[in-house]
C-alpha cells in the first residue's frame, strides 16, 4: 500500500471534492484527508490518498484526463510521519512518484487549431475514421495528445448525435447508454458490446500502438461524451476507461455516472 | 362465435389494405411525433402535437372506413356526415394529447402508460362514433366483453407503439413502431367488430339510409387522406434527409 498525496489545480470548486473522491474509490484508493483552498493559480485541492501501488499509474492517468483537473502534482508520503495537511507547500512535495518524461503533471488544453481541420476529413469518411484519428494523434504532441484526442472526440461524437439520434424523447442515462452510445460506438466499431458494468470495446484501434502507457481511448471516451452531453438534460454525465488493453485488460472497457 | 343475424364478411384484400393504410399513417404521424421532445419553442411543440395527432387521427379514421368498405353485408349502409366527421376529431384530439404526454420532458413508463391510454381511447372512441355513425334498416348490438378486450387491445399496443417510437432509435423506431401501431388500430378495430351483431329492423332500407353519404363519397374521402398521408411522408422525409445534411461538425 502506498500513500500519495495530491495536490489538484481546479478552475472550479462546486462538485470537485466528489467527483475527484469518486475517481480515486473507482481507482482502489481510499481518501485518508484532504484540503481546499483558493490560490492564485484557481482552486488548489490537496488529497492524501492510500491504496495499491500498482494503481497509481491507472489514477493518475484519470486524474490528468479529468475535464476539472487543470495540472496536478503527485508525491509520496511516509504514512506514519504524514504531517496533517495544511497548506500545500512545495517543501513537502517529494520526488514525484513518476519520472517526468513518462508522466506529464499537468494536462494541456487541446490544441483548437489542429482538430477544425480534421473534424472535415473525419465527417467525409464516417464511419471509416479510425485511420485519419490515429495519424492525427500520432502527429501531435505527447502533451497535447490526450486533450485534442478526446476533444475531436466530443465534437464527433455531438455531430453523430445531432444526425442520428436527436429524434425521439429524452431519456435517462441508462436509455441513452442503450439506445445511443451504444449503437453509435458499434457502428463506429463493430467489436463493442454492452454489458452490465458498461460499454466494452474489444477492438479499440488506439491500443497496442505505443503511443500511450495506460487508458489510451481518449478520443472513444470523448466521442462518448459528445454522444451523450448533446441533449443536454443529462448534465455532464462522467465517463471513464475503467480498464484499457493496453493496460492488460481484456477489453476497453467505458462506465457511465451521473 | 356469435350468431350475427346479418353476417358482416370481410374482404381479405381490403381488409389487408386498411392494415397498410393504418402502417402509412401511423409511420408519418411517428415520425411528425418523434420531433415534439426536440422542437426548440412551445409554437413549434404545438405545431408538431397538432400536426402528428392530425396525421394519426387521419389515419385511424381512414383504416376504420377502409375496413368498413371491406365489411360485405346484405345490407344497405350509409353514414352521417355528422358523426362521422365527429369520429374523426375524436381520434385526433386524442392523438394529440397522448402525443403530447408522451413527447413531453425526460421519458418514463408512467408517460408512456398514460400517453398509451389516451391513444387506446381515441382509437376506440373514433371506431365506436364511426359505428353510430352507420345508417342502415339495423340495429348494432355489442358484446360488453369483447368491446372491452377491444379497448385493452388498443390501449396496449398503443403503449407499446409509443414506446418504440420515443424510446428507440434507427430501424425499431421508424418501423417497429408503425407496426405495432397498426396492430392497435387494426387489432382494436377488428375486435370490436367481432362484439358488434347487426339485428335486421322492419324500417325501409331507402329511408334508413337516405340521411347518409354512401361508399362511394366515403371512398373519394379516404383516398383524398391516403394521399395526404402518403404526400407528408414524401415530404417529412425529404426535409429530414436535407436537414441531416447541413448539420455541421
Same mark, same amino acid.
Given at each position: 500500500?502506498?500513500?500519495?498525496?495530491?495536490?489538484?489545480?481546479?478552475?472550479?470548486?462546486?462538485?470537485?471534492?466528489?467527483?475527484?473522491?469518486?475517481?480515486?474509490?473507482?481507482?482502489?484508493?481510499?481518501?485518508?484527508?484532504?484540503?481546499?483552498?483558493?490560490?492564485n493559480?484557481?482552486?488548489?485541492?490537496?488529497?492524501?490518498?492510500?491504496?495499491?501501488?500498482?494503481?497509481?499509474?491507472?489514477?493518475?492517468?484519470?486524474?490528468?484526463?479529468?475535464?476539472?483537473?487543470q495540472?496536478?502534482?503527485?508525491?509520496?508520503?511516509?504514512?506514519?510521519?504524514?504531517?496533517?495537511?495544511?497548506?500545500?507547500?512545495?517543501?513537502?512535495?517529494?520526488?514525484?512518484?513518476?519520472?517526468?518524461?513518462?508522466?506529464?503533471?499537468?494536462?494541456?488544453?487541446?490544441?483548437l487549431?489542429?482538430?477544425?481541420?480534421?473534424?472535415?476529413?473525419?465527417?467525409?469518411?464516417?464511419?471509416?475514421?479510425?485511420?485519419?484519428?490515429?495519424?492525427?494523434?500520432?502527429?501531435?504532441?505527447?502533451?497535447?495528445?490526450?486533450?485534442?484526442?478526446?476533444?475531436?472526440?466530443?465534437?464527433?461524437g455531438?455531430?453523430?448525435?445531432?444526425?442520428?439520434?436527436?429524434?425521439?424523447?429524452?431519456?435517462?442515462?441508462?436509455?441513452?447508454?442503450k439506445?445511443?452510445?451504444?449503437?453509435?460506438?458499434?457502428?463506429?466499431?463493430?467489436?463493442?458490446?454492452?454489458?452490465?458494468?458498461?460499454l466494452?470495446?474489444?477492438?479499440?484501434p488506439?491500443?497496442?500502438?505505443?503511443?500511450?502507457?495506460n487508458?489510451?481511448?481518449?478520443?472513444?471516451?470523448?466521442?462518448?461524451?459528445?454522444?451523450?452531453?448533446?441533449?443536454?438534460?443529462l448534465?455532464?454525465?462522467?465517463?471513464?476507461?475503467?480498464?484499457?488493453?493496453?493496460?492488460?485488460?481484456?477489453?476497453?472497457?467505458?462506465t457511465?455516472?451521473? | 362465435?356469435?350468431?350475427?343475424?346479418?353476417?358482416?364478411?370481410?374482404?381479405?384484400?381490403?381488409?389487408?389494405?386498411?392494415?397498410?393504410?393504418?402502417?402509412?399513417?401511423?409511420?408519418?404521424?411517428?415520425?411528425?411525433?418523434?420531433?415534439?421532445?426536440?422542437?426548440?419553442?412551445?409554437?413549434d411543440?404545438?405545431?408538431?402535437?397538432?400536426?402528428?395527432?392530425?396525421?394519426?387521427?387521419?389515419?385511424?379514421?381512414?383504416?376504420h372506413?377502409?375496413?368498413?368498405?371491406?365489411?360485405?353485408?346484405?345490407?344497405?349502409? %350509409?353514414y352521417?356526415? /355528422?358523426?362521422? +366527421?365527429?369520429? @374523426?376529431?375524436?381520434?385526433? *384530439?386524442?392523438? =394529440?394529447? #397522448?402525443l $403530447?404526454?408522451?413527447?413531453?420532458?425526460?421519458?418514463?413508463?408512467?408517460?408512456?402508460?398514460?400517453?398509451?391510454?389516451?391513444?387506446?381511447?381515441?382509437?376506440?372512441?373514433?371506431?365506436?362514433?364511426?359505428?353510430?355513425?352507420?345508417?342502415?334498416?339495423?340495429?348494432?348490438?355489442?358484446?360488453?366483453?369483447?368491446?372491452?378486450? %377491444?379497448?385493452?387491445? /388498443?390501449?396496449? +399496443?398503443?403503449? @407499446?407503439?409509443?414506446?418504440? *417510437?420515443?424510446? =428507440?432509435? #434507427?430501424a $425499431?423506431?421508424?418501423?417497429?413502431?408503425?407496426?405495432?401501431?397498426?396492430?392497435?388500430?387494426?387489432g382494436?378495430?377488428?375486435?370490436?367488430?367481432?362484439?358488434?351483431?347487426?339485428?335486421?329492423?322492419?324500417?325501409?332500407?331507402?329511408?334508413?339510409?337516405?340521411?347518409?353519404?354512401g361508399?362511394?363519397?366515403?371512398?373519394?374521402?379516404?383516398?383524398?387522406?391516403?394521399?395526404l398521408?402518403?404526400?407528408?411522408?414524401?415530404?417529412?422525409?425529404?426535409?429530414?434527409?436535407?436537414?441531416?445534411?447541413?448539420?455541421?461538425?
Amino acid at each position: 500500500m502506498a500513500d500519495i498525496e495530491f495536490r489538484i489545480v481546479s478552475d472550479r470548486r462546486e462538485g470537485l471534492l466528489l467527483e475527484l473522491g469518486r475517481l480515486i474509490i473507482a481507482s482502489g484508493f481510499t481518501l485518508q484527508r484532504q484540503r481546499m483552498a483558493r490560490g492564485n493559480e484557481g482552486v488548489v485541492l490537496t488529497m492524501l490518498v492510500r491504496g495499491p501501488e500498482q494503481n497509481l499509474l491507472h489514477l493518475e492517468d484519470r486524474l490528468g484526463s479529468h475535464p476539472l483537473v487543470q495540472s496536478f502534482e503527485a508525491a509520496a508520503v511516509d504514512g506514519a510521519a504524514s504531517p496533517p495537511l495544511a497548506a500545500p507547500e512545495p517543501a513537502r512535495v517529494r520526488a514525484p512518484v513518476e519520472p517526468v518524461a513518462e508522466a506529464p503533471a499537468a494536462t494541456a488544453a487541446p490544441d483548437l487549431s489542429r482538430v477544425e481541420p480534421l473534424l472535415a476529413s473525419l465527417a467525409r469518411e464516417y464511419p471509416d475514421i479510425f485511420n485519419r484519428v490515429l495519424a492525427f494523434e500520432h502527429a501531435l504532441p505527447q502533451a497535447l495528445r490526450e486533450a485534442t484526442s478526446r476533444y475531436a472526440g466530443t465534437r464527433i461524437g455531438a455531430w453523430i448525435y445531432k444526425r442520428d439520434y436527436a429524434l425521439g424523447a429524452r431519456l435517462s442515462l441508462a436509455d441513452s447508454v442503450k439506445h445511443i452510445a451504444f449503437p453509435a460506438m458499434r457502428h463506429l466499431l463493430r467489436g463493442t458490446e454492452l454489458g452490465d458494468d458498461g460499454l466494452r470495446v474489444r477492438n479499440s484501434p488506439f491500443t497496442g500502438n505505443g503511443l500511450h502507457r495506460n487508458s489510451s481511448c481518449h478520443f472513444l471516451r470523448g466521442c462518448l461524451e459528445g454522444l451523450l452531453n448533446e441533449p443536454g438534460h443529462l448534465g455532464r454525465p462522467r465517463i471513464l476507461e475503467t480498464s484499457c488493453r493496453n493496460s492488460g485488460g481484456d477489453v476497453c472497457l467505458f462506465t457511465f455516472a451521473a | 362465435m356469435h350468431d350475427h343475424s346479418i353476417q358482416c364478411i370481410h374482404d381479405p384484400l381490403l381488409a389487408a389494405l386498411s392494415y397498410l393504410v393504418a402502417v402509412l399513417g401511423s409511420y408519418t404521424a411517428l415520425q411528425l411525433a418523434i420531433g415534439i421532445p426536440a422542437a426548440t419553442s412551445a409554437r413549434d411543440r404545438t405545431h408538431a402535437v397538432i400536426a402528428a395527432g392530425a396525421a394519426m387521427g387521419g389515419a385511424i379514421w381512414a383504416m376504420h372506413f377502409i375496413a368498413m368498405l371491406a365489411c360485405q353485408m346484405d345490407l344497405q349502409v %350509409s353514414y352521417d356526415v /355528422a358523426l362521422t +366527421a365527429l369520429s @374523426a376529431l375524436f381520434g385526433m *384530439a386524442s392523438c =394529440m394529447a #397522448g402525443l $403530447a404526454i408522451a413527447g413531453s420532458g425526460v421519458f418514463t413508463l408512467s408517460k408512456i402508460g398514460l400517453g398509451g391510454a389516451c391513444m387506446g381511447l381515441g382509437v376506440a372512441g373514433m371506431h365506436y362514433t364511426g359505428m353510430a355513425a352507420m345508417r342502415m334498416a339495423a340495429t348494432i348490438h355489442y358484446d360488453f366483453g369483447i368491446v372491452c378486450a %377491444s379497448v385493452v387491445i /388498443a390501449v396496449v +399496443a398503443s403503449a @407499446a407503439a409509443l414506446w418504440l *417510437a420515443f424510446n =428507440m432509435r #434507427g430501424a $425499431a423506431q421508424m418501423f417497429g413502431s408503425a407496426l405495432v401501431m397498426g396492430v392497435a388500430v387494426c387489432g382494436m378495430h377488428y375486435v370490436g367488430m367481432f362484439a358488434a351483431s347487426f339485428e335486421p329492423t322492419s324500417e325501409n332500407a331507402a329511408s334508413a339510409i337516405a340521411d347518409g353519404v354512401g361508399g362511394a363519397y366515403l371512398g373519394a374521402t379516404i383516398f383524398g387522406v391516403t394521399t395526404l398521408l402518403l404526400a407528408t411522408v414524401l415530404v417529412t422525409s425529404l426535409l429530414r434527409q436535407q436537414r441531416r445534411a447541413l448539420v455541421r461538425i
